[in-house]
């Protein structure tokens, strides 16, 4: 990766989606969107416009959260948290199919490869990611501290890489699809891309 500082890097709309029943009614206070934003905006380096919702578990507004924020808001990078599990409530990961041009499984396979690190019950989630026009949407878990295991993925005591998390992978994707270029903090989460692909930016 370039050595680059911030005022040279591209704006990147960000939307992040926090999807409670309990959450969205004022029951508790929510906490997936200050962890995707909190996380995120240690790991961005570009600048960044956010777009938040904070909604019930419920496939068709989901659905329709996703749509207004890649048709209407024009966000290249979509984060949700929050229903991805086998309960009755659960549909995030439908209502994200609905809107989906195209699947892309590898992210959701490598988010349960790390959690199963913790718990067994990894196997449960049912987290995907799929393209929509020329934005990624991806499907996080919904506890702070999963969020930011599946982001940055898991290190050893020297600050390793032991499990690379799926956001090493997300710039580039976004690249392919026609976003904007994205860099990141490597003492965050180092983005991979092949060399052929990595820019100078000048600044």
Same mark, same amino acid.
């Given at each position: 990766?370039?050595?680059?500082?911030?005022?040279?890097?591209?704006?990147?709309?960000?939307?992040?989606?926090?999807?409670?029943?309990?959450?969205?009614?004022?029951?508790?206070?929510?906490?997936?969107?200050?962890?995707?934003?909190?996380?995120?905006?240690?790991?961005?380096?570009?600048?960044?416009?956010?777009?938040?919702?904070?909604?019930?578990?419920?496939?068709?507004?989901?659905?329709?959260?996703?749509?207004?924020? #890649?048709?209407?808001?024009?966000?290249?990078?979509?984060?949700?948290?929050?229903?991805?599990?086998?309960?009755?409530?659960?549909?995030?990961?439908?209502?994200?199919?609905? #809107?989906?041009?195209?699947?892309?499984?590898?992210?959701?396979?490598?988010?349960?490869?790390?959690?199963?690190?913790?718990?067994?019950?990894?196997?449960?989630?049912?987290?995907?990611?799929?393209?929509?026009?020329?934005?990624?949407?991806?499907?996080?878990?919904?506890?702070?501290?999963?969020?930011?295991?599946?982001?940055?993925?898991?290190?050893?005591?020297?600050?390793?890489?032991?499990?690379?998390?799926?956001?090493?992978?997300?710039?580039?994707?976004?690249?392919?699809?026609?976003?904007?270029?994205?860099?990141?903090?490597?003492?965050?989460?180092?983005?991979?891309?092949?060399?052929?692909? #990595?820019?100078?930016?000048?600044?």
């Amino acid at each position: 990766m370039s050595a680059q500082v911030g005022t040279g890097l591209e704006a990147v709309r960000i939307g992040v989606v926090s999807i409670s029943d309990r959450a969205s009614s004022g029951v508790y206070v929510d906490k997936g969107l200050p962890a995707l934003q909190g996380w995120l905006g240690l790991a961005v380096r570009n600048p960044i416009t956010w777009v938040t919702r904070l909604i019930p578990d419920e496939r068709d507004g989901i659905a329709s959260t996703l749509r207004e924020l #890649v048709d209407v808001e024009g966000c290249h990078l979509v984060l949700t948290t929050g229903g991805t599990g086998p309960a009755p409530r659960d549909v995030t990961p439908e209502a994200t199919l609905d #809107v989906a041009d195209r699947e892309m499984p590898g992210f959701g396979e490598q988010m349960r490869q790390i959690s199963l690190r913790f718990v067994p019950t990894a196997i449960l989630s049912r987290q995907t990611a799929v393209i929509r026009q020329q934005s990624l949407i991806l499907n996080l878990p919904g506890q702070p501290k999963s969020i930011a295991e599946t982001l940055e993925g898991l290190k050893d005591v020297e600050g390793r890489s032991i499990v690379p998390g799926i956001f090493a992978a997300v710039p580039y994707c976004v690249d392919l699809i026609g976003g904007p270029y994205i860099e990141t903090d490597a003492t965050v989460c180092a983005a991979f891309r092949p060399k052929s692909a #990595v820019r100078v930016v000048q600044v």
